[in-house]
């Protein structure tokens, strides 16, 4: 049976798509109120990378996600969608992200700030695209090609699905492949260009295997 939202879980959706919207404006405000160029360029960079990572790990301490399926509308449904949309503006705009890229580990330090759990020299390419920035399990020396894409949630039905997407250590991931939501992929492995790996699949020396 499809479950639709009650009035509180509509208003609170709603508000949700207005962070990426109040987050430019936080930006701005503190490029025009704060004194000095040090505070100005401090307190906006703070505000544009370190703040929507602070709230999102308040946000799942007070509610950890502990299911990986749930309802559609649900509570937990609820909180993932606020977090996503304080990830919205890096989506909308992936060059906020290449900037970090271009300095070596900070991107990957960054990735941590918002929970993921991610290896030593792991080498990002231009176009990775990451959509949930709190659930990926990356081991060491992994690299990731030009266009990947990791996506770890999903839409089926009625049903919301979000899940780890767990690379393990010296994996390299294919050009312009995509990666759903509970993928693993074993130490050691690679994957062809274009790659598409459904949820909750396992691989292993570029074949699937049971789990």
Known sequence: MSRKPNTLQTLVMILCN???????VGCACCLVFAPGLAWKLGSFLACLYLLPPFLTRIVFLVHPIRRTRMPMYSADHC???FTFCTQA????FPFLEEALRTVPALYSLWLRLWGSKIGKLVYWTPGTTVLDRSFLRLGNH???GLGAVLGTHIHVGDEFIIAPISLEDGVAVGAHAMIGPGVTVKAGGATKTLFL?????VWKDGRRIEK
């Open 18 to 24: 207005y962070f990426p919207l109040a987050h430019v």
């Open 79 to 81: 909180v993932w969608w």
């Open 89 to 92: 503006l890096f989506l909308r």
């Open 142 to 144: 992994v690299s990731l």
């Open 197 to 201: 790996a459904t949820p909750f699949s």
